[in-house]
């Protein structure tokens, strides 16, 4: 009986007289509680893959099945392939999404087999032997790898929110996507910087744990750029002062969190979440910034040689030359450009990808307007020189990716309204019958 009495989880540290029951192995012991924590943590990360066959478990994961992404056997290259089944072109993008992700999951699974590992070497006896290879893999130990945060700049409608969709599609952890145009300083009318974080722990529902390893989209981040250089009359609340408050958020700190969002008071009761383990990823349009880089690069230059200079800038996409100090003249501080070390841009979308856009993803318009009509019945048939209409009405009015279901809505209106329930179980647009609604679809624009 003395014997049990000390006897001790090696996780809680709690005796048998205060747990249930107590569970032993290799001279260790851990209460019920703590092994079913383990167990739900463990199966979080890995799946359903750990409690799999080993031979299917070391398998590789098909390019149609939504892989675990905390797994380290999900490679850049695998994570690159899924997002290729959702988006068209921008392989620079997701070149630097895919490393992110994968380096951060490389990063969290690091610290939690550190952390099991003093655990289990707690509350036994090490031999010499032991202690010198402690001593050996201390300076190893001691080494901390950080986190980069990623910025995506592009024009609108070329895929950044979707790549973030697609991304959270694919992962195993809590996702959140905010909007920086609500946020103002702390006391101003609008969304403190930690409502972020809220959303962040919705989706985990509340579980700090898994929030803390999470990843959180902040679009539109462009529009809290400072608005000038010189002070004015009225206060910048949306600009640089928030920008100042999501600093300790991208760096890493415990921040307070109110769990249910808003405004924040005194007896509200707090959550504390780490954000060292939480990737961001920020978005924006950042409308007007290749003149700056145009200034830079000094594309009207004069003289000798310069044409030749000229010559290897590609004018018609000056983003693929944005640089840290081309974001700090538009209006981000210092510090935010160095939290986001990864800036990386998205390609405008020409007419072969735009084309491509309407037809080959998974989720492609065609094929969900095609299944609206199915639901009701119909078989719906597009001719090709429909869909060639569709993207030049999108190229000449520039309205990205997100325009072509704005074309597609104003050719389908008609047929969606008329059919549910006439009995036709064919309908077939043609390039006469699609005109007529571009060009009135058109005309709205002008």
Do not use: W
């Not at 014997?3 to 851990?30: A, D, H, Y």
């Not at 101003?188 to 910087?193: A, I, M, N, P, T």
């Amino acid at each position: 009986m003395d014997k049990k009495k000390v006897e001790k989880c090696v996780f809680c540290g709690r005796t048998s007289n205060e747990v249930e029951m107590l569970l032993q192995g290799g001279g260790n012991s851990i209460c019920v509680d703590c092994a079913i924590r383990v167990s739900e943590y463990v199966h979080s990360i890995f799946g359903d893959e750990i409690f799999a066959d080993p031979a299917s478990a070391s398998a590789v994961h098909e390019p149609g099945k939504t892989p675990s992404c905390e797994s380290l056997s999900v490679t850049p290259k695998q994570i690159t392939a899924f997002l290729d089944q959702y988006v068209i072109g921008q392989e620079d993008a997701k070149k630097s999404l895919s490393v992110a992700v994968y380096n951060h999951y490389k990063r969290i699974n690091e610290a939690f087999a550190r952390k099991a590992a003093g655990a289990s070497a707690k509350g036994r006896g090490k031999s010499e032997a032991e202690k010198v290879l402690d001593a050996e893999k201390s300076a190893l130990e001691s080494l901390e790898l950080e986190k980069s945060n990623i910025l995506l700049v592009g024009p609108t409608g070329t895929g950044k929110t979707l790549l973030a969709r697609t991304i959270a599609r694919m992962l195993n952890v809590p996702f959140a996507i905010v909007d920086a145009t609500v946020l103002t300083e702390a006391g101003y009318v609008g969304e403190d910087v930690e409502s972020i974080l809220s959303r962040l722990l919705q989706a985990a529902d509340y579980d700090v744990a898994r929030a803390e390893r999470g990843i959180v989209f902040i679009d539109e981040i462009d529009k809290i750029a400072r608005k000038s250089d010189n002070p004015s009359i009225t206060r910048d609340v949306s600009g640089e002062g928030v920008q100042q408050a999501m600093l300790k958020l991208l760096e890493g700190s415990i921040v307070n969190v109110p769990p249910a969002g808003g405004r924040k008071h005194p007896e509200q009761k707090m959550i504390p979440v780490n954000t060292t383990n939480i990737l961001f990823i920020c978005g924006g349009a950042f409308e007007g910034i290749e003149k700056r880089i145009a200034q830079r690069l000094n594309t009207r230059v004069v003289g000798y040689g310069a044409r030749e200079k000229k010559d290897h800038i590609d004018m018609d996409n000056l983003l693929k030359y944005i640089a840290p100090q081309d974001l700090r003249a538009y209006g981000l501080i210092p510090e935010i450009v160095g939290r986001l070390p990864i800036v990386t841009y998205l390609n405008p979308l020409d007419r072969d990808a735009l084309r491509r856009i309407l037809t080959e993803p998974k989720n492609a318009l065609v094929r969900q307007y095609v299944h609206l009509f199915e639901l009701d019945g119909v078989k719906l048939t597009i001719e090709p020189a429909v869909l060639d209409m569709i993207v030049d009405t999108a190229l000449k009015y520039k309205l990205g990716a997100r325009g072509l279901r704005s074309i597609c809505e104003a050719i389908m209106m008609d047929p969606m309204y008329d059919l549910p329930g006439s009995g036709r179980k064919t309908f077939r647009i043609t390039a006469e019958y699609a005109r007529e609604r571009i060009e009135r679809f058109a005309g709205t624009l002008q």
